[in-house]
């Protein structure tokens, strides 16, 4: 569906997106994730057409953006991260007028009301958008993306300022639409990812460091070697005792008190399961163990490890 091939875009002698190739099939939804000042936002206005690349090509459905940009630009809504709305018309108003400007051949009524209530603001629809709060006006914006019902819909940082109860109401809009598009969600934000999309692809400094289904980085990084632990003990010298042991990498204390237990976090290095080791140390001493459980590696922990194994924290 989304084929690119060696784009870069430079401004000045500095290389915002650098040579990079990727391929979105249909119907998959893909979080591109990288932090600010990585490449996103400008690979997106390449992909959409709204920025020229210094070399490379982008095909939406075997379609030459920069080659056939009218007909390309057809299959694609595009949310940027601050939407372009009107904020003296109504929501209706403005609709209409995004419905126009896209020359869609749907019945306006019905189509516009369908819309509306995808993204649920069929009840703000006759309301004037400055009046709107931030969650609706992103709402309005996902609207505007979706009218014409494009194959590929792309955001850019959809849930930036938003309150959390804001944040899961646009999740959930995403989630859905991911059902009958090809989705793209720029974002420096990880958990949004973790919540919505089965794809990465991960860019830093315009290169691209990862492009992997979400649920196969944790095996493209290696084993995870960490837990939690909970024991009950005079935390200092627990501490102590845990740290000698051999393999143990590192140890933190981990929340608050319970009773005479505090949990630990406990990492280790190679492939020994070291669990054996610190239950008979642990018992020499006579402090019982009370919980014990694998953490799961974030998406945090593995950015933070594809940009220090590629360099990119130099």
């Known amino acids: 569906m989304i084929e690119i091939n060696n784009l870069v875009r430079k401004f000045g002698n500095k290389y915002a997106v650098d040579d990079i190739s990727f391929l979105i099939k249909t119907g998959e939804i893909v979080g591109f994730l990288g932090p600010n000042g990585a490449g996103k936002s400008t690979t997106m206005n390449m992909i959409t057409g709204y920025l020229s690349p210094t070399s490379g090509t ?14 390309a630009k057809k299959k694609i809504g595009f949310l940027p991260e601050q939407p372009p709305l009107y904020i003296d018309m109504t929501v209706w108003e403005y609709l209409s007028f995004v419905f126009d400007l896209k020359s869609c051949e749907f019945n306006k009524k019905a189509h516009l009301d369908e819309v509306c209530d995808l993204v649920k603001i069929a009840d703000v629809k006759n309301k ?15 609207a ?3 009218i014409g019902n494009p194959e590929i819909i792309i955001f850019d940082e ?15 809009l995403l989630r859905s639409l991911g059902k009958d598009h ?7 934000i990880l958990s949004e990812v973790q919540a919505i999309c089965d794809r990465i692809i991960i860019i830093n400094e315009g290169k691209i460091i990862a492009d992997e289904k979400t649920s196969h980085l944790n095996q493209t990084l290696g084993q995870n070697n960490r837990f939690r632990v909970k024991i009950a003990g005079p935390s200092r010298e627990v501490l102590n005792l845990l740290k000698g042991i051999h393999s143990v990498t590192r140890v933190t204390q981990d929340g608050a008190r319970d009773g005479d237990a505090f949990t630990y976090i406990i990492e280790y290095s190679g492939s020994v399961d070291i669990r054996k080791m610190i239950f008979t140390a642990l018992a020499s001493k006579g402090w019982p163990i009370l ?5 799961e590696i974030t998406l945090e922990d593995l950015f933070i490890k594809l940009v220090d194994a590629k ?3 130099k």
């Open 182 to 188: 090809t989705v793209i969600l720029s974002t420096h």
């Open 144 to 146: 505007s993306a979706i």
């Open 128 to 142: 004037l958008i400055r009046n709107l709060s931030k969650g609706y006006k992103q709402r309005v914006g996902i």
């Open 158 to 172: 959809p849930t930036v300022g938003l309150d959390p109860k804001q944040i899961i109401e646009v999740r959930n």
């Open 291 to 295: 919980a014990m459980e694998g953490v």
């Open 311 to 313: 360099g990119g924290n």
């Open 58 to 71: 982008v095909k939406v459905d075997n379609i030459d953006v920069f080659l056939e940009p009218t007909k």
